[in-house]
């Protein structure tokens, strides 16, 4: 049976949608990086805190660029 993803985060700007998702794979955690519900990126660590910390940096970069949390 294949882990279903959990959804990290997700921040939108100008009508898109980036989300960020990560799973237990056979060979460690997955985290998917997904636009408008396409996985764009998606990388494999070997632990749970070195995928969130990933995760987090990419949530902070695209802050950064103007992302936010959708409203609601």
């Known amino acids: 049976m294949e882990d279903q993803p959990t959804v990290l985060w997700s921040l939108s700007r100008e009508g898109r949608e980036v989300s960020c998702a990560a799973r237990l794979a056979p060979y460690g ?5 997904a636009h408008d519900g396409e996985a764009v990126v998606t990388r494999v660590f070997e ?3 070195e995928a ?9 970069d695209r802050e950064t660029a103007g992302w936010k949390k959708p409203a609601g």
């Open 29 to 33: 955690i997955e985290i998917i990086i």
């Open 47 to 49: 632990t749970g805190d």
């Open 52 to 60: 969130l910390a990933w995760a987090e940096k990419k949530r902070g």
